[in-house]
């Protein structure tokens, strides 16, 4: 894993409506699990640039958070240097070992970072560890088998397989990144997260993101016809979570499986 990096090899350099859909109603959802607000005390692991930490801490919660990467650490600082009210505070430290008492928090959230871990298991035991027994773990993650990444693997298949079409080399969309570790899905997600948390929550975010020609169709469609599309298709995957793009499951910590930490 590289600590050292920033998110320059990550942000894409532009942007489309499907995208800013899809990422802005994950992090609604996602920060909306943990229930801020004033008296709330939040711990963000894995908070990259501090975005989702800043939200919470302006909602009026005592927001944490933890990032191992020190020049990601850095520039949360700086971004979010202290100016009018409490803004969030930044610790360096790792998923796995988190420097934090057992029954700290209010809230632990992980969001879009998990499938970097290389000690996914360990990790989440960790976020249930410092949670208090009536709060909330909440993991937002990428699903590696919606039905765009169904559909265009298969799609891509067919034109190779059987059209002996050349296809331009490089990750597509349903490839895991070389930074990932592992590639969740519901199934995995559901079934590692649910050692340490009694999940009463699953929730599917967004539908057909990356589908062959879509982000083209949503691009060419009238503004409220663009937002309707994909609204409903948000609501389809919010009841399918399964085909949706992205997962956010939450509950809270089995008492039993953390009471040996």
Known sequence: MDLDRDMRDVI???????????????TEVTLGRTRPGPGRRILDVAAGLGQDAAQLASDGASCIGLEPSQRMSQ??????????????????????????????????????????????????????????????????????ESVACRVSRTWDGFREGWLGRELPRGRRHYDVPHDHFTRYQLGLMREQL??????????????????????????RLPGFAADAALQVLDAVAGRLPGFADVLVLAGPPRRSATASE
């Open 12 to 26: 894409p350099t532009g942007t489309s409506r499907d995208s800013e859909f899809l990422f802005g109603r994950m």
């Open 194 to 219: 649910g050692e340490v948390v009694e999940v009463d929550c699953v929730e599917g975010i967004s539908l057909a993101w990356g589908l062959p020609g879509w982000s083209r169709v949503v691009e």
């Open 75 to 144: 520039l949360a600082r700086l971004a979010n240097a202290p100016g009018h009210g409490l803004g969030p505070t930044f610790v360096r430290g790792w998923g796995d070992a988190l420097p934090f008492a057992s029954d700290s928090f209010d809230a632990v959230l992980c969001k879009g970072s998990l499938d970097h871990f290389d000690r996914p298991r360990a990790a989440l035991a960790e976020m249930a560890r410092v949670a208090r027994p009536e709060g909330r773990v909440v993991v937002a993650i990428a699903n590696f």
